[in-house]
């Protein structure tokens, strides 16, 4: 038996090997899709808008900022930025840090909206799914063994909010990477309590920096430590990881303060999207929030910049406020028809916004995370429960249901779907996930 077991390939090697089969296999789509030729001929909306105007100012040299030229949209540019002499600089919060500024360094050696940038910015999302499937593999063991293990990643390779954006200049893929790091370092054990609660601080800090929304993990990982973890243990860990999130903080938190005159740790769009949400004409546009929008309005974008983005922040937050009193019985409505669509995609726009294939996918796996939660209930599977229940409370507050708002936890439905596949051990021995 030794010599057998010798030969097995054990679950951290077989999840190494699933992640670089993925990444070969999503690299291969993308090129024989056109994606990176794709990107380039829309740009600069091909290069994720907002995120891809702010990283062309930050290498550049004008900061992270947006552009006001004449006080045009700066979708009215097409790839050809405004010079310095012609235009202003307004600092800015609008998206969070990290995905910003790495396209910057991807511009600084490959050329802004560039062929060579779009072709490096999909082999990154391709490299960041290789990692998610590697953690999807190694969480489905820990839960189920091979089986749930095996399942996950191939419900992953095969749904289709999985592949949707994975063309897409957007921080969807890392954030989702990311976002599993944070849940694998939570529920793996880890041998010294105060290099697991580092990692914790470390995955949650560069989640928020990716993505504010990262937030509602916060009174998750807090509630996992405390009840989950025991008596030093629990100080360590909680101490180490506020510490070390805190240390990754600082920074983005400090430029804020020196910008707009507040600590603002996150992101600074909260409002605008409550309001863009939540506007008396967002029906008519099924729900998009784009038509006040001041990237996608040019009367708001005047506003935008008259006021800066903290007092148009102020602005938004004042309408929305007066919009919610007048009009309660409709806010109530228009955030349960978001809840909805969040997880059985537009039903009220007949599905038609993506294609049916895509909102097809959103159902069925929805079903089958429903299925699995049931299955897998005896299992170790609260933490997934949580993320389900907490993740999504922004989105349906503020924008429509679009799948895309999902996809950063898509990986934790699979997961949750493979549970279907669970066979529990008739063995006596100590299960796996003890």
Known sequence: MSAVNSHRIGPVSTAVVLGLLTVAIKWAVCLQCSYAEDLVRVAPWGFGYEE??????????????????????????????????????????????????????????????????????????????????????????????????????????????????????????????????????????????????????????????????????????????????????????????????????????????????????????????LWVGNHPGNRDESYHGLSQSPWHNQEEFQTFVSLGEKGYSQLCRERVIAQVRSHPGRFLVDSLKRTTGFWFGEWWNSFSHIHWIYSAGLVIFTLLAIAGVYRGRKLHIELLLAVFLLFPLPYYLTVHGHGRYRAPIEPLICLAAALVFYRAEKSSSKSPQK
């Open 52 to 273: 891809g105007h702010i990283a062309a100012n930050v290498i550049a040299g004008n900061g992270f900022s947006i552009t006001s030229a004449a006080g045009n949209l700066p979708a009215a540019w097409g790839s050809t930025l405004p010079t310095t002499s012609s235009a202003n600089f307004l600092p800015s919060a609008w998206v969070s840090p990290l995905y910003p500024l790495l396209l910057s360094e991807i511009f600084r050696y490959c050329g802004i909206f560039t062929p060579a940038a779009a072709s490096v910015v999909i082999a990154v999302n391709c490299l960041a799914q290789g990692v998610t499937v590697s953690l999807l593999y190694l969480l489905g063991f820990y839960l189920g063994q091979k089986r749930v293990g095996f399942a996950a990643v191939g419900l992953f390779l095969v749904d289709p909010n999985a592949w949707q954006f994975l063309g897409w200049v957007w921080h969807t893929q890392l954030y989702a990477m990311l976002l599993l790091c944070h849940i694998y370092v939570l529920l793996r054990p880890a041998r010294s309590p105060v290099w697991q609660g580092c990692l914790l601080g470390i995955t949650l800090a560069l989640a928020l920096l990716t993505d504010g929304a990262a937030v509602m993990l916060v009174p998750i990982t807090a509630f996992y430590v405390i009840r989950k973890k025991t008596g030093n243990n629990r100080i360590l860990i909680g101490g180490a990881a506020l510490l070390s999130g805190a240390l990754l903080m600082t920074p983005w938190a400090w430029r804020n303060y020196e910008a707009f005159g507040a600590f603002n740790p996150l992101r600074g769009s909260v409002s605008t999207n």
